[in-house]
């Protein structure tokens, strides 16, 4: 294995170029062990190597070594820096920034979070912004924050509406209201999501995909045609299905399969 010397970094010196080197390395395991010489370090002097290298780091476990090490420094040194990468153009550089303040957790950076990285097109960035500002935002402002969440309700692939479920059962009680109001959403997507997420608060077990399902057939058979054939698939597994349980689940499934005809 390549050999990656203990850093002490001074700018200019050939320490620092042998860590640049090393962080730059072909080897992903070098630079993870680079990154983690640099945290055990902590010399302020790295901050500005760490940050240029979160920026371009292809391996999720060296990014999240890069940030831990920025942790490791005081945030007087790191926070400044760091929020430059914030309106950087690279978004690798804007979600690592915003995942490395959601590890240094200082509550003074909330007023960073702004709507457009909340809102921004790349769904990294955004999933990262809706991360941290679980972690930062004030309990006073907390309405507002699931308010501009819930527009992005529906958004994205299963990962991206996953990580947004997420932040709002991280949120607690306070998006009950606006989850529900989203549920009736004449937009399928965005109800289903609403649902999954409010099955998911209510019992954390609840696997995604299943709440998904779930929520996706309430949707499409309204909550109490919805209930009839979960009854009827529970009856069933127990081997004690009624005459009317069966005749209810069957008028279900027969209105369901003409609903999913029309479309």
């Given amino acids: 294995m390549q050999e990656v010397v203990p850093i002490n970094t001074t700018n200019g010196t050939p320490q620092n170029a042998r860590m640049v080197k090393a962080l730059g390395a072909e080897d992903s395991s070098v630079r993870l062990q680079a990154a983690l010489a640099v945290g055990s370090n902590a ?16 391996d999720f476990f060296v990014r999240d070594m890069l940030s831990w090490a920025l942790t490791r ?3 007087e040194i790191t926070l400044p820096r760091i929020r430059q990468e914030l309106d950087s153009e690279r978004t690798q550089a804007r979600s690592q920034a915003l995942h490395t303040l959601s590890k240094i957790g200082d509550r003074s950076t909330w007023a960073w979070i702004t709507r457009n990285m ?4 790349d769904d990294e960035v955004a999933r990262t912004a809706w991360r941290v500002a679980v972690v930062l935002v004030p309990e006073d402002e ?49 109800a289903a999501h609403a649902r999954a997420t409010e099955l ?3 019992n954390p077990e609840t696997g995604f995909d299943a709440a998904i399902e779930e929520a996706k057939r309430m949707v499409t058979l309204g909550p109490e045609r919805a209930a009839a054939v979960a009854s009827a698939a529970e009856a069933a597994a127990a ?16 209105t369901e399969a003409s609903e999913a005809t029309d479309c």
Avoid: W, Y
Avoid at 43 to 58: F, I, N
Avoid at 118 to 121: A, E, F, S, Y
Avoid at 174 to 181: F, S
């Fill in 43 to 58: 010399d302020p002097s790295s901050v500005e190597t760490l940050v240029e290298r979160c920026a371009v780091e292809p």
């Fill in 73 to 75: 420094l005081s945030p």
């Fill in 118 to 121: 909340l809102r921004d097109v």
């Fill in 142 to 190: 907390e309405k507002d924050l699931v308010d501009e969440l819930v527009l992005q309700l529906g958004r994205g692939d299963r990962s991206v509406q996953l990580s947004l479920s997420r932040a709002f059962v991280d949120l607690g009680d306070v998006v009950k209201p606006a989850l529900e109001k989203a549920a009736e959403n004449p937009d399928p997507d965005v």
């Fill in 200 to 202: 998911l608060r209510q």
């Fill in 239 to 254: 081997g004690t299905e009624t005459t009317e349980t069966t005749e209810s689940a069957e008028a279900a499934k027969a």
